[in-house]
């Protein structure tokens, strides 16, 4: 179960993923296109972040526990995705997923 302590340190760790050096390295090597949505989206990441901590944290760690299995599967496919580094459209494709998953925090 969630936890008020634990939730927003589990999320800014994630985003935090989102801008290690290798994977800027890795991101660097692809298309300007591809370039661009990582950053676009990973901004998005922060920013709905940034938002969730500004709203109740009870009333969001109550709507997260419906969202769990998506929220679970968000994240995982993420870390698998940062740690292989095989497929630039993945990593990109998985954080649109896991900023969908705090978009529906935002509006559930």
Request: proline share 2%; no cysteine.
């Amino acid at each position: 179960m969630f936890t008020t302590n634990n939730l927003m340190l589990e999320l800014r760790a994630k985003e935090k993923k989102l801008y290690l050096p290798e994977v800027e390295r890795f991101i660097k090597t692809q298309s300007n296109e591809v370039k661009q949505n990582f950053v676009n989206q990973r901004k998005e990441v922060g920013k709905k972040l940034h938002n969730i901590e500004m709203q109740e944290l009870e009333e969001i760690l109550k709507r997260l526990e419906s969202l769990k299995p998506e929220y679970d599967k968000a994240f995982k496919d993420l870390d698998r995705e940062i740690q292989s580094l095989n497929n630039a459209v993945k990593i990109v494709s998985s954080i649109n997923a896991v900023t969908r998953v705090l978009a529906k925090l935002l509006i559930f």
